[in-house]
């Protein structure tokens, strides 16, 4: 049973919108030890854009951890309630990346998706600005 449950946390963020974006995401085990950092540049991008690739790029490392359990952690209200099926999803470069997010969703026993303030999601921001900062 070891590992099998984590938290994820995660944030995606543009200069401009659109604009240079990137990603970032940590993996935390029940203990909250990190097992995995994510932070990647992403080119040209918008900001929701970006924060379902931090997402999915999260979740496809989750997947290859074998974790079975994940609990997500977004400060982005959108995201989250289009994935908890809250909104529907109207933004047609959103779509698949929705779709995305949904099939990795199939990996796992259980999946939660949370929306978290600003301030609780300080590591993932700032690895998404260094991903920012070393792309420009």
Request: glycine share 6%; charged share 30%; aromatic share 8%.
């Amino acid at each position: 049973m070891k590992n099998e449950r984590a938290k994820i946390f995660s944030d995606g963020g543009a200069r401009g919108n659109p604009g240079p974006a990137g990603i970032g995401a940590i993996i935390y085990d029940v203990k909250g030890a990190v097992l995995a950092e994510i932070s990647e540049y992403l080119g040209e991008t918008t900001n929701n854009q970006a924060e379902y690739r931090a997402l999915i790029a999260a979740l496809n490392k989750a997947k290859s951890l074998k974790l079975k359990v994940v609990d997500c952690y977004l400060d982005s209200e959108l995201v989250v309630k289009q994935l908890n099926r809250e909104y529907k999803v109207k933004n047609k470069e959103l779509a698949p990346l929705f779709l995305e997010v949904y099939n990795i969703s199939l990996s796992f026993k259980k999946i939660t998706f949370n929306h978290i303030r600003r301030e609780q999601n300080k590591d993932a921001d700032r690895l998404a600005n260094e991903a920012m900062d070393k792309g420009k």
